[in-house]
């Protein structure tokens, strides 16, 4: 999240910037049986009982005040989340074309400051336009208790040459209302550049780098690439293609420690970078809970 600062702007996330020759600037027990989503991606479900809804609602996440939601385990098993073996799971190949996305009101995305993201042709992409602002396009599910896993398949279109700074991201601990959005972005730049993580405070433009601006950059990314990024206690864990690329803790900057919250994922794009959908996205993405 190497971004540029704008006049008068205070940088939303961002990380290791350069200008040279085309290199990348940032910003910022047994098996369980799965259960389709009726409109796209699926949840390990229990086994319902008398207390359950069949319509699959996501629980509710209070008003619309910036509070973070805290984990309840009822209503994750209610919104067909939890399997046999206790674990949250969700999972989805988007096989939907929607904008913004939802796959049955399973995503979520209420800072109004933020773009949306889009799905279709089987890949998730970021909306944002291209002037280099910070309103990464972003949505997170709901239900998950504070440590959690998210790992998502890369789409890279062929020849991909963006003219600009391009990222996907994977957010963790994530909560949102209209005017606040926070949590931890780990985002891997398109040319494999950087890879960082970054705090959001909430407010628009507000951000605090967790590891080092321009840190973790495994090289190229390819399409098919896999990108998992994990938080247990106040560690944060990244890695491609199961190659760890980098350890932080959360709580070694200093600052507001995110203690809930819920997996989610994003994408940024740089002044003049191309905005072709699909181009540079996820093609698959799933979440857990962990220990």
Same mark, same amino acid.
Request: hydrophobic content about 35%; some cysteine; aromatic content about 8%.
């Given at each position: 999240?190497?971004?540029?600062?704008?006049?008068?702007?205070?940088?939303?996330? $961002?990380?290791?910037?350069?200008?040279?020759?085309?290199a $990348?600037?940032?910003?910022?027990g047994?098996?369980?049986?799965?259960?389709?989503?009726?409109?796209?991606?699926?949840?390990?479900?229990?086994?319902?009982?008398?207390?359950?809804?069949?319509?699959?609602?996501?629980?509710?996440?209070?008003?619309?005040?910036?509070?973070?939601?805290?984990?309840?385990?009822?209503?994750?098993?209610?919104?067909?989340?939890?399997?046999?073996?206790?674990?949250?799971?969700?999972?989805?190949d988007?096989?939907?074309?929607?904008?913004?996305?939802?796959?049955? !009101?399973?995503w979520?995305?209420?800072?109004?400051?933020?773009?949306?993201?889009?799905t279709g042709?089987?890949?998730?992409?970021? $909306?944002?336009?291209?002037?280099?602002?910070?309103t990464?396009?972003?949505?997170?599910?709901?239900?998950?208790?504070?440590?959690?896993?998210?790992?998502?398949?890369?789409?890279?279109?062929?020849?991909?040459?963006?003219?600009?700074?391009?990222?996907?991201?994977?957010?963790?601990?994530?909560?949102?209302?209209?005017?606040?959005?926070s949590?931890?972005?780990?985002?891997?730049?398109y040319?494999?550049?950087?890879?960082?993580?970054?705090?959001w405070n909430?407010?628009?433009?507000?951000? $605090?780098?967790?590891?080092?601006?321009?840190?973790?950059?495994?090289?190229?990314?390819?399409? !098919?690439d896999?990108?998992?990024?994990?938080?247990?206690?106040?560690?944060v864990?990244?890695?491609?293609?199961?190659?760890e690329?980098?350890?932080?803790?959360?709580?070694?900057? !200093?600052?507001?420690?995110?203690?809930?919250?819920?997996p989610?994922?994003?994408?940024?794009?740089?002044?003049?970078?191309?905005?072709?959908?699909?181009?540079?996205?996820?093609?698959s993405?799933?979440?857990?809970?962990?220990?």
């Amino acid at each position: 999240m190497c971004r540029r600062p704008l006049s008068s702007v205070l940088l939303l996330l $961002t990380a290791g910037c350069s200008s040279t020759g085309g290199a $990348t600037a940032s910003r910022e027990g047994g098996p369980v049986d799965a259960h389709p989503i009726e409109d796209g991606g699926s949840a390990v479900a229990a086994e319902p009982d008398a207390g359950t809804p069949a319509d699959g609602a996501i629980p509710d996440r209070g008003p619309d005040d910036g509070a973070r939601p805290s984990f309840d385990a009822s209503a994750a098993a209610d919104a067909g989340l939890v399997g046999d073996a206790g674990a949250v799971t969700y999972s989805t190949d988007f096989p939907l074309t929607e904008n913004p996305i939802s796959e049955g !009101g399973h995503w979520i995305h209420l800072g109004t400051p933020w773009s949306v993201i889009a799905t279709g042709g089987g890949v998730a992409y970021g $909306t944002q336009p291209g002037n280099g602002a910070y309103t990464d396009s972003y949505a997170h599910l709901s239900g998950f208790p504070p440590n959690q896993s998210a790992t998502a398949t890369i789409h890279l279109d062929a020849g991909f040459s963006p003219g600009g700074t391009r990222e996907v991201e994977i957010h963790l601990r994530w909560a949102d209302s209209a005017s606040s959005a926070s949590g931890y972005e780990c985002n891997l730049a398109y040319d494999g550049a950087y890879a960082e993580v970054v705090r959001w405070n909430g407010p628009l433009g507000d951000y $605090t780098y967790v590891s080092p601006q321009g840190s973790g950059g495994p090289g190229a990314v390819h399409d !098919g690439d896999v990108f998992k990024a994990q938080i247990v206690g106040t560690v944060v864990t990244t890695w491609l293609n199961g190659k760890e690329l980098q350890q932080v803790d959360v709580a070694s900057i !200093g600052g507001t420690v995110w203690t809930d919250g819920d997996p989610g994922m994003g994408f940024w794009r740089g002044a003049g970078a191309s905005a072709t959908p699909g181009d540079y996205g996820f093609s698959s993405y799933s979440a857990t809970s962990l220990p």
